[in-house]
């Protein structure tokens, strides 16, 4: 094991990379699969220039970030340098890649054995015969302030904390990963999930742009390419159209729906909120204060019978539900909460009474498996210590800045139309849950179908949905089902 590393100080100490290189072997289905790991920090330099007269010639380059890694590579390979190769990331913004690392791709995996429901500790590990090494081999990076991830000693965290300087630091890491390891001859793959989907949109446009890096495949987990769509702000009614199904997924889910929809199979209820919503509500809203009686009145009953939410609380707000109070809203009566990441996931808040709920049930139950089984596993058998904090869920968004979206939603799609169009072979694979509330699976949908692709793209877009959550792997058949989609897709670049 490494000896504890403490940050760079101000003593003239230049960081160097600290990668430890690991040795392993697990069986899956019988088979013998081999692999290392490689578990540091690398560290991120900035070029620089001089001044007065040597103004505008390179001088080398200045440490600006140390980024923490997890890398796995499958052992025995006949050529690796052409085997796939997939950069992972979660969201946030300010998340480490703890999420996709050990729930889902990683030849490690936290199991929830309560779910949905709170996992008693301490937790623990298993062999996850569902992720991605037997494909591809795995980089899980950490941006900065998130992990061990850090800016160097004198440097300014906030200069990293923006969708453009995150988006520049994670395209360098994986530029400089892909050229010291050779695999420039990989195809190579990226997969986000959440703020994790929009930095990957981004990115597979900086990487064509800047670097001549063409990507084989872009994994979209829990996606979120158009902000307005997941905004509740006045006069944007799109996120009341959006969230619809979602809501009646969840309702279905408790128990909330009439008998009539409550027997009938959570698709054939969808097909149906679905149709409803683009036929009627979609036009109820566009029309504002201008719809008539009836109309109110119809909508009303029938958003009643979608959400389990009562007729004269949904006229109390205006015919739309902003999804903090319908996870509020929805079990009221029970004292209860729903989640907003896994809507699966309840609790009892302190009161039944206030608007919104006191925390999110569903974050609260994986945040303790999760942060204690990294920490175990990082040292234990990664070999890897520091005396950092592992960050695992940062509160960064309320800094994060978005530069040339001021006064405007975040909207990434165009820069993942750009990259497609420009790379025809670009293939992408969004997989989203049915009981999401953070980036529903509808909303996802609308945005594939406002980018504008030429048509002969439009088949190298994929969509598949799951019955859970945001993070869908914690339900063990999603995990499966997802585990095996996203192999296909791999399999098929």
């Not at 596993?377 to 005396?387: E, P």
């Amino acid at each position: 094991m490494s000896e504890p590393r403490p940050p760079t100080t101000d003593s003239g100490t230049v960081p160097s990379d600290d990668l430890v290189t690991r040795h392993h072997q697990q069986s899956i289905d019988g088979r013998t699969l081999r692999y290392a790991s490689h578990t540091g920090r690398v560290v991120l330099h900035r070029e620089g220039t001089g001044t007065g007269e040597r103004a505008g010639q390179w001088e080398g380059t200045t440490p600006s970030a140390e980024m923490f890694v997890v890398a796995y590579t499958k052992e025995g390979v006949r050529d690796p340098a052409t085997r796939p190769l997939t950069f992972s990331f979660n969201g946030g913004p300010g998340s480490s890649s703890v999420w996709l690392h050990l729930g889902l791709l990683g030849p490690k995996r936290v199991p929830l054995d309560a779910d949905p429901a709170p996992t008693a500790p301490p937790y623990r590990l298993v062999d996850n015969p569902h992720g991605l090494l037997e494909h591809t081999d795995l980089v899980f990076i950490d941006p900065v302030s998130t992990g061990y991830s850090r800016a160097v000693t004198g440097g300014k965290p906030s200069d990293f904390h923006g969708l453009d300087p995150d988006v520049r630091s994670v395209g360098d890491l994986i530029r400089l990963w892909v050229s010291r390891h050779g695999r420039w001859g990989s195809p190579i793959y990226l997969i986000g999930e959440s703020y994790g989907t929009t930095r990957a949109a981004a990115l597979a446009a900086y990487l064509q742009t800047r670097h001549a890096m063409y990507l084989s495949g872009v994994m979209l987990v829990s996606s979120i390419l158009d902000f307005s769509t997941a905004r509740f702000e006045p006069g944007n009614d799109l996120p009341h159209l959006l969230f619809l199904p979602t809501y009646a997924a969840v309702a279905h889910y408790h128990g909330r729906l009439p008998a009539d929809l409550q027997a009938l199979p959570l698709r054939e209820v969808l097909d149906e909120v679905e149709a409803w919503a683009l036929d009627v509500y979609a036009r109820f809203l566009a029309l504002g204060d201008r719809a008539d009686d009836d109309l109110v009145d119809a909508v009303a009953q029938r958003l009643s019978r979608y959400t389990g939410l009562d007729a004269h609380w949904l006229r109390g707000a205006h015919l739309r539900v902003e999804i903090m109070r319908f996870c509020k809203a929805l079990l009221r009566d029970q004292g209860r909460s729903v989640g907003r990441l896994d809507a699966r996931y309840t609790a009892r808040d302190r009161d039944a009474v206030g608007a919104t709920p006191d925390t999110d049930p569903s974050y609260a139950a994986i945040l303790g498996p999760y942060g204690a089984a990294f920490n175990d596993y990082v040292r234990r058998d990664l070999g890897y210590a520091s005396d950092l904090p592992y960050e695992v869920l940062t509160g960064l968004y309320a800094t994060w800045r978005f530069e040339g979206f001021e006064n405007r939603f975040v909207n990434v799609s165009e820069q993942l139309r750009s990259a497609m169009h420009a790379n025809p072979a670009l293939r992408v694979h969004v997989a989203s849950g049915y009981y999401d509330l953070a980036t529903p699976y509808w909303a996802s949908e609308h945005t594939l179908a406002h980018m504008a692709l030429d048509p002969a793209l439009r088949g190298n877009v994929r969509h598949t949905v799951y019955e859970a959550g945001h993070m869908m792997y914690v339900h063990e058949p999603s995990l499966r089902a997802v585990g095996a989609d996203l192999a296909a897709f791999v399999r098929a670049g």
